[in-house]
Every structure is written in structure tokens, then in C-alpha cells.
């Protein structure tokens, strides 16, 4: 049905039968908002050769979104950082 690589998620997470993040993962996530704090999100977008602002910033809510679902715990406070920081780089978006 779904192709996903099983790299993407543990089905035994910490609790026996559910669902968690991988630490890779998180990384990847955490590392796109250091480098767009650190940088600016255009020279992030550049530097991971996104083609557009709007697909790096579609990419990173994407994964946040799929975070949520997997572990809100440690997804809510990446969130409020990631809309911290599109606040501060001017809302690109909207």
C-alpha cells in the first residue's frame, strides 16, 4: 500500500507497540532549524539546494506535521520554535 522506509520510524517506540520518531529524524528536523536560525532561510534554502523558499518551508512543515502525529511531546516545542523562527525571517509565506 504505503511505501516507507523503515529508517523513517521504529514501530517499537519506548513504549512496546507504539510509534516513535527516530533519532535521525529529529536530527534532520533540528538541523534545518539551526542552519535557517543561523543562516537566514535563503541561504539554508540555497546551501540544501532546495529550488524554492516555498519548498523549504513546505518540507520542514511537513516533517513537523508528521511529527505531531508521532510524538507530540517532543514535536509541540519544535513547532513554536519553527514558527518563531518564520516570524522573524518575515513570514515568506504568509
Do not use: C
Not at 63 to 82: K, Q
Not at 83 to 91: E, F, M, V
Amino acid at each position: 500500500m504505503w511505501d516507507v522506509g523503515e529508517d523513517e520510524f521504529n514501530i517499537w517506540g519506548p513504549h512496546l507497540g507504539t510509534l516513535s520518531l527516530t533519532p535521525d529524524f529529529k536530527s534532520r528536523v533540528l538541523g534545518h532549524l539551526y542552519g535557517i536560525e543561523k543562516f537566514g532561510l535563503r541561504a539554508h534554502q540555497q546551501h540544501r539546494d532546495f529550488a524554492s523558499l516555498a519548498g523549504l518551508v513546505h518540507h520542514v512543515d511537513g516533517h513537523i506535521a508528521y511529527a505531531l502525529g508521532m510524538e507530540s511531546a517532543w514535536a509541540e516545542p519544535v513547532r513554536e520554535r519553527w514558527r518563531s523562527i518564520l516570524d522573524t525571517q518575515g513570514r515568506p509565506l504568509g
